[in-house]
């Protein structure tokens, strides 16, 4: 593991939730090799700057910047001033901004380069956000919330629209496949929403086209994300299972279950989509084999559930 020399970890894998901390492991190990206190309230969402350095954890009123490559124990960036909870967080890929969701009916963009923390862009919804996923080009935002709606916000014009798959069904997740082809959302009720994407690319705004619904899961669906090569797609489940759907006709390919496991909250795919990390309310996060269901890693140390992970390990 890297130390406090500035060198990046080809591999970072850390996970939270409600017991207060942030815990970083080795992933082919299983072993925590360093935990960071945050005192003030639980993890709701981690994820992981472009270039490695920093991880963004969202609680309750604030975001949290902490170092990766050192022993820092404090967070070097502190975001406040926000309302409720935040939901979502995630980066712009060159780490230009940052953009999060959250419980005051709203999604923001806060420019990393600024030494000012106040965020400069928020969009205004009429229900607490839930999920917020860029697409890959960067340009759009797409922020699910808690009546059923989906808006489609659009940074360059500003302009939005929304649309509703199923009223009155609160969008947990929504995820966009890397190449920008399909986009998934799943909600409360279970059901997996899958649509074809088209344009997107310079001046046209994204078009969305109903491609298919999936009655995922009996319980509460919780996550749904794309794998890196765009050819499957995670759903996580209140049911205690993840299921993992073949793109190619959105078929069921594995079901992920474990007997201890409960409510799975989170998931993130390796770089070469064979392995799925999932965080779970029976305190565990596991790593998993795609293609046989197996468990080949388990990472036990929290004392409570873990609603959140963020694993990168690309190269570079």
Same mark, same amino acid.
């Given at each position: ?7 990046? $970890?080809?591999?970072?894998?850390? =996970? /939270?939730?409600? $017991? ?5 492991? #080795? ?12 005192p003030?309230? @639980?993890?709701? /969402?981690?994820?992981?700057? +472009?270039?490695? %350095? ?6 309750? @009123?604030?975001?949290?910047?902490? $170092? ?17 909870n935040?939901? /979502? ?6 780490? *230009? ?11 923001r ?5 600024s030494?000012?923390? @106040?965020? !400069?862009r928020?969009? #205004? ?12 080009? !960067? ?6 919330d !808690? ?6 916000w659009?940074? *360059?014009?500003?302009?939005?629209? %929304?649309l ?5 069904a609160?969008? !947990? ?31 046209d705004?994204? %078009?969305?086209?109903? *491609?298919t619904?999936? +009655?995922?899961? *009996? ?15 995670a =759903? ?12 190619? $006709? ?10 201890? %496991? ?22 565990? /996060? ?12 388990e990472?036990s140390a929290?004392q409570?559930?873990v ?8 190269v570079?």
């Open positions: 593991m890297s130390g406090s020399n500035g060198a990046v $970890d080809p591999v970072v894998l850390a =996970t /939270a939730g409600y $017991d207060h901390t942030i815990r970083f492991w #080795q992933a082919h190990s299983g072993i925590c090799h360093r935990t960071v206190q945050h003030d309230s @639980q993890v709701n /969402a981690l994820d992981i700057t +472009p270039d490695k %350095q920093l991880i963004a954890a969202a609680g309750y @009123q604030h975001i949290r910047m902490y $170092d990766i490559n050192s022993n820092n124990a404090n967070p070097v960036i502190n975001y406040d001033g926000i309302s409720k935040v939901t /979502a967080v995630g980066f712009h890929e060159d780490g *230009k901004w940052m953009f999060t969701g959250g419980e005051d009916n709203s999604a963009i806060w420019d990393l380069r030494r000012n923390l @106040q965020c !400069q928020i969009f #205004q919804v009429n229900a607490p956000v839930n999920c917020v996923c860029l697409h890959p080009n !960067q340009g759009e935002l797409f922020v699910g !808690q009546s059923g709606a989906i808006h489609i659009d940074l *360059k014009t500003d302009h939005n629209e %929304q509703i798959p199923e009223p009155d609160a969008v !947990q997740s929504i995820s966009i496949d890397p190449e920008g082809t399909y986009m998934a959302a799943v909600n409360n009720k279970g059901n997996c929403y899958v649509w074809t994407l088209t344009g997107g690319r310079g001046e705004a994204t %078009q969305l086209h109903p *491609k619904k999936i +009655p995922a899961h *009996k319980r509460y669906a919780l996550k749904c994300l794309f794998s890196p090569d765009s050819t499957l797609l =759903t996580t489940s209140a049911d205690t299972t993840v299921r993992i759907w073949k793109t190619a $006709d959105f078929l069921l390919m594995t079901e992920l279950k474990e007997s201890t %496991q409960r409510w799975v909250w989170d998931c993130a795919f390796s770089g070469d989509s064979q392995y799925i990390i999932t965080a779970s309310s029976d305190n565990m /996060a596991r790593l998993w084999s795609v293609d046989t269901g197996e468990v080949k890693r990472y929290h409570k559930a609603v959140c992970l963020a694993f990168r390990d690309d570079g």
